[in-house]
C-alpha cells in the first residue's frame, strides 16, 4: 500500500492530498486530484480529446486510475502546520541573521518594490487587452532595462518571466508579419499566372474560332466542288451516250434514198393529193377554171387513173430542185434521234406506193371529203339576174 509524506500537493491546483482529495493516475503515468482530471475533461472541446497538461498526452475520463493510499501508517496525520511553522521559523532566522550582517536600506527595498509592481500591472494590461508593437516593443525594452539595473531576487523571476512572454508576443508578430508579406508576394504572382493564363486561353479560343469557321468554309467547298464534279459526270455520261449510237445516223439516209416520197408538207396535205387541187390542176392558176367546176360525178369518177397519174406527177414534183427543204422533210440528224424511229415513213409508204389500189385513191380523193363550191352573190341591178360565168371566191367545204 502506498504512503503519502507530509506536504503532498496536487501538481495542477496545489491541493494537498488527503482522504477527500485521492490522487489519481492517468496513462502518461502523471499524479493529479480527481478535481482537475474532471475539469480538464469538461473543459475540453468535444471535437477534441482531453489530454495531459503536463506532456499533451491523451486520456478519457475511463482511464483514469484511482491511487490507493494507506492513510494509517503514513506520516500525514502529522500535523502539517507545525512543520510549515518550524520551516518558517528557520528562514527567518536566516533573514535576520543575514540583516544584522548586511543591513538594508528599507527606502529603496521600497521603491524597488513599487517599481516592480508598476511593471508587472503594465504586463498585466498589455496582455489583457490588444496593443500595438510598438507598445509591446517599449515595455519589453524597459523590462530588460530594470532587471539589468536591479539585483532583487524576489521580483527578478516574475520580471523575467514577463520579459520572456513580451519577446515572445514580439516574435510571434514578426514571424506573422514575414508570413503575411510572403502571402501577398505568392498571391501576386499567383495572379500574374492567372492573367497570363486568361489572356493565353482567350487567344487560343479566338484561334480555335478561326479554325472552326476556315473548317466550315472547306467543308462547303467541298461539298460544292463534289457537286460540280457530280454535275460532270452526268454531263459526261450523256455525251458518251450520245455518241455511241451512229447507227441511227447511217440508217436514215438509206431510208430516205428509196423509191417512197419524202414526207413533205407538199407530199401529205390533202389538197396535194386531191385531183381538184390548184396544184394538181393547175400548177400556175390559184383558182379553177369553169370547165373543172362544172364537171360532173360521173365524169371524175371516170377519170380515177388520170388522178392516179397526176398523184404520181404531183409527187414527182415534190423532189424536183427548189428551195432547200426544212430539216424535218429531208434526213433526220443527230440532233433528233427519236424522231428519225417515228412511223412518219410506214405512213409515206402506205400513202405513196400503194397506187395500184383503186379503194384508198377514192378515199383520199372522195367528192364528200374534198369539193369547191362556188357562192353566187346576186347583183343589185335588175337587169343582171343570171348568174355569174367566171369564179370569184372558192370556199372548200368541210362535212
Known amino acids: 500500500m502506498l504512503t503519502l509524506n507530509p506536504g503532498s500537493v496536487c501538481d495542477v491546483c496545489a491541493e494537498e492530498y488527503g ?25 475540453t472541446s ?13 486520456f478519457t475520463s475511463e482511464t483514469v486510475r484511482l491511487i490507493r493510499i494507506d492513510f494509517a501508517t503514513s506520516t500525514w496525520n502529522t500535523p502539517r502546520h507545525r512543520a510549515h511553522n518550524l520551516e518558517t521559523e528557520r528562514i527567518n532566522e536566516m533573514v535576520s541573521g543575514q540583516r544584522e550582517r548586511f543591513p ?16 508587472e500591472d503594465k504586463v498585466a494590461k498589455v496582455a489583457a487587452k490588444k496593443c500595438s508593437v510598438e507598445e509591446v516593443s517599449t515595455l519589453h525594452k524597459e523590462l530588460q532595462e530594470w532587471l539589468t539595473v536591479e539585483m532583487e531576487d524576489q521580483w527578478q523571476t516574475s520580471l523575467s518571466l514577463s520579459a520572456a512572454l513580451l519577446r515572445a508576443i514580439l516574435m510571434n508578430h514578426v514571424a506573422h508579419s514575414e508570413a503575411s508579406k510572403i502571402a501577398k508576394t505568392t498571391e501576386a504572382n499567383l495572379k500574374a499566372k492567372l492573367d497570363d493564363m486568361d489572356v493565353t486561353t482567350g487567344k487560343l479560343e479566338a484561334e480555335l474560332r478561326r479554325q472552326r469557321s476556315a473548317y466550315t468554309q472547306t467543308a462547303q467547298e467541298c461539298q460544292t466542288l463534289r457537286a460540280e464534279m457530280n454535275r460532270l459526270k452526268l454531263k459526261a455520261g450523256v455525251a458518251a451516250g450520245l455518241g455511241s449510237r451512229p447507227v441511227l445516223v447511217e440508217d436514215a439516209p438509206t431510208r430516205s434514198n428509196t423509191p417512197m416520197p419524202v414526207r413533205s408538207p407538199q407530199s401529205t396535205s390533202p389538197r396535194a ?49 427548189g428551195p432547200p427543204l426544212s430539216s424535218r422533210s429531208q434526213t433526220p440528224g443527230i440532233q433528233s434521234p427519236l424522231r428519225s424511229t417515228s412511223t412518219a415513213p410506214t405512213r ?10 383503186p379503194q384508198k385513191i377514192v378515199r383520199q380523193t372522195s367528192d364528200d371529203k374534198e369539193s369547191i363550191h362556188e357562192r353566187w352573190i346576186p347583183s343589185i341591178h335588175p337587169d343582171a339576174s343570171s348568174p355569174p360565168s367566171t369564179r370569184r371566191f372558192a370556199y372548200p367545204s368541210h362535212n
Open 104 to 119: 538594508v536600506n528599507e527606502q529603496g527595498s521600497a521603491r524597488i518594490r513599487a517599481e516592480a509592481r508598476r511593471l
Open 46 to 58: 468535444s471535437r477534441l480529446t482531453p489530454v495531459c497538461p503536463f506532456c499533451r498526452e491523451q
Open 273 to 321: 393529193m386531191s385531183p381538184t387541187s390548184p396544184r394538181a390542176m393547175s400548177p400556175t392558176s390559184p383558182y379553177m377554171s369553169s370547165a373543172s367546176a362544172a364537171q360532173s360525178p360521173l365524169s371524175r369518177f371516170a377519170g380515177a387513173g388520170h388522178h392516179v397519174r397526176s398523184m404520181s406527177t404531183s409527187a414527182g414534183r415534190t423532189q424536183t430542185p
Open 348 to 357: 409515206q409508204r402506205r400513202m405513196s406506193t400503194t397506187a395500184s389500189s
Open 19 to 43: 482522504p477527500k482529495r485521492l490522487p489519481h493516475s492517468i496513462p502518461c503515468g502523471h499524479i493529479l486530484c480527481m478535481s482537475c482530471c474532471t475539469n480538464i475533461i469538461n473543459k
